[in-house]
């Protein structure tokens, strides 16, 4: 079973970027896609955007196109998301989350197997 | 981006009730829906996926219907361990997109 383990809280100036790195264990890192979702407090979550290591493709939400870098790294298995330009509106709980299968080139976006997140606070 | 309007936003019940929450799309994504589960501090958890199949592991208590853009998600007897916040989630185009949430009580 694929176990995805994040690093750590973050905190942030309003301006700078952070990177936040999910690890994945226990199965073949290139079989899946990865996403990142954020929660922001006492809000619903909302889908930034994932990557396919095996075809290096990544696609954005609209709305984190210009800000939103993910890339995956299949020597050590880990995915990454690097968010610049920071707000305090980006203060959330970040996850990265697997897909549940690929077959082929299409992985439909079934996420059974989450990171534990990590929070991220943009304050002054 | 198709919208995903979940409805009721929070609900109270008696443990043992019969627990039913909506979701609608805003065009038709054939049965391309997920439910999760999010409790405080934890991770969300699949419950749901192709709008009907019940994942690996998760009580057959819960189920889900529907197809097109009406979708249903169903707690047959509402449970203590059940209190939580419940997402739907379409893929079938991107960007993918949830619905507002759920937030579940005991009465």
């Known amino acids: 079973q694929v176990q995805l383990v994040q690093s750590g809280a973050e905190v942030k100036k309003p301006g700078s970027s952070v990177k936040v790195s999910c690890k994945a264990s226990?199965?073949?890192?290139?079989?899946?896609?990865f996403s990142w979702v954020r929660q922001a407090p006492g809000q619903g979550l909302e889908w930034m955007g994932r990557?396919?290591?095996?075809?290096?493709?990544?696609n954005y939400a609209q709305k984190f196109q210009v800000r939103a870098t993910i890339i995956a790294d299949e020597s050590t298995s880990t995915a990454y998301l690097e968010l610049s330009s920071l707000r305090s509106e980006d203060t959330a709980v970040y996850y990265c989350?697997?897909?549940?299968?690929?077959?082929?080139?299409?992985?439909?976006?079934?996420?059974?197997?989450w990171g534990q997140g990590t929070m991220v606070t943009v304050s002054s | 981006d198709i919208q995903m309007t979940q409805s009721p936003s929070s609900l109270s019940a008696f443990v043992g009730d019969r627990v039913t929450i909506t979701c609608q799309a805003s065009q038709d994504i054939r049965n391309d829906l997920n439910w999760y589960q999010l409790k405080p501090g934890k991770a969300p958890k699949l419950l749901m996926h192709g709008a009907s199949n019940l994942e690996i592991g998760v009580p057959s208590r819960f189920s889900g219907s529907g197809s097109g853009t009406d979708f249903t998600f169903t707690i047959s007897s509402l449970q203590p361990e059940d209190i939580a916040t419940y997402y739907c989630q379409q893929y079938d185009t991107l960007p993918i997109t949830f619905g507002q949430g759920t937030r579940l009580e005991i009465k």
């Open positions: 989350a697997k897909v549940k299968y690929c077959s082929g080139a299409s992985c439909p976006d079934i996420f059974d197997v």
């Open positions: 226990g199965g073949t890192f290139s079989s899946y896609s």
């Open positions: 990557i396919i290591p095996m075809f290096k493709i990544a």
